[in-house]
C-alpha cells in the first residue's frame, strides 16, 4: 500500500505534476526521467491526484506515427530476440531493461532499433539503477502483437515469431538477442556452460529447436532452462553466434578458446 501523503505532499506532488505533465506537456516517461522516479510511479501519482492522463495531447502521441512495412532481416530478428528476453509491451508502449553495468550494450541496443524501425529509443534509469529503454510507439506495438509477441510473457507463454526459421541468419540474430538479454555463461566444475533461461516453455522449446537446426546439440528443458555444455558447441557458438553484449563477449572470449570472433559471422 502507498504511504499516507501529508497535506504537504499532496501540494508538493500536484503543482509537480501540473507544471511537468499538464503544462510543459511532458510525457510520463520524461515526468519520471525528471523526477528520477519510474514511469509506473508518475501513472499512479497522477490516478491518485485526479490529474488528467492525456497522452493524446502529447508530442509525437503514439497513434500519431507511421510504421512502414517491415522488412524481414537479421537484425529485426535479434530485436525480437532482446524483446523475448528483457522486453516488455504494454498498450503503447515497449520497453527493453537491461542492467546496470551494460552501458555499452544500451548503445547497441540503441543503435540495432534505429536500424530496424528508423527511430529513437528513449533512455532512463529506474529505481535500482537499471537502464530502461522505451518508445510509445502504437503502431509497433500492434505489428509486435501481430506477429506472436504478448503483454505478459509467462501468463501467455509466448513463442518465437514462426518467419525466423525461414533462414539461417534470422535463427542467428535471435539467438544472439535472446542469450544478450537471457542468457548465460558459466564455469562449471570441469567446464564452460551457456545457458538460455525462461519462464515459458514454449519459448525455450522453440530455442532448442533452433540451435538443433543449426547443428548444435542442446540440452533438454530443465528448470527453465536449456544448455549447451559440449566443447565444439560452445567453440561453434562463439564462432558463428556470439554475442553484442560486451559483458558476456568478454567472458565467452575469456573461457572458450582463444580465437576473438566478431559476433555474427558466419
Known amino acids: 500500500m502507498p504511504r499516507k501523503w501529508t497535506n504537504q505532499d499532496t501540494l508538493t506532488y500536484r503543482r509537480q505534476l501540473i507544471r511537468l505533465y ?46 512502414n512495412r517491415l522488412q524481414e532481416s537479421q537484425d529485426l530478428a535479434e530485436f525480437i530476440g ?12 515497449i520497453f527493453v531493461t537491461l542492467g546496470k553495468k551494460e552501458k555499452a550494450y544500451v548503445a547497441y541496443v540503441i543503435e540495432l532499433f534505429r536500424r530496424v524501425y528508423a527511430c529513437e529509443l528513449k533512455c532512463m534509469l529506474n529505481k535500482k539503477g537499471h537502464h530502461v529503454l522505451y518508445i510509445g510507439f502504437r503502431n509497433l506495438v ?13 501468463k501467455e ?10 533462414d539461417r541468419k534470422y535463427i542467428i540474430g535471435f539467438l544472439r538477442g535472446f542469450f544478450d538479454t537471457d542468457g548465460s555463461i558459466y564455469k562449471l566444475k570441469h567446464g564452460i556452460q551457456i545457458s538460455f533461461c525462461n519462464m515459458s516453455m514454449p519459448l525455450l522449446d522453440n530455442t532448442r ?5 543449426l547443428g548444435f546439440s542442446p540440452s533438454k528443458i530443465s528448470s527453465n532452462r536449456v544448455y549447451l555444455t559440449k566443447k565444439k558447441d560452445l567453440l561453434r557458438y562463439k564462432k558463428e553466434i556470439g554475442s553484442a553484449n560486451p559483458t558476456k563477449m568478454e567472458r565467452i572470449n575469456k573461457w572458450v578458446g582463444t580465437e576473438v570472433a566478431k559476433p555474427g559471422t558466419l
Open 82 to 93: 532482446i524483446m523475448l528476453g528483457d522486453g516488455h509491451i504494454s498498450r503503447e508502449q
Open 209 to 213: 529447436t533452433a540451435l538443433i537446426s
Open 22 to 67: 499538464s503544462k510543459e506537456n511532458l510525457s510520463i516517461f520524461e515526468v519520471g526521467e525528471k523526477l528520477g522516479l519510474s514511469y509506473q510511479c508518475i501513472f499512479q501519482r497522477l490516478k491518485r491526484l485526479g490529474i488528467k492522463i492525456s497522452p493524446e495531447s502529447k508530442k509525437g502521441y503514439t497513434n500519431k506515427r507511421s510504421l
Open 142 to 154: 500492434d505489428y509486435l502483437l501481430s506477429i506472436g509477441l504478448v503483454m505478459n510473457k509467462v
Open 157 to 166: 507463454q509466448v513463442k518465437v515469431p514462426s518467419w525466423i526459421f525461414r
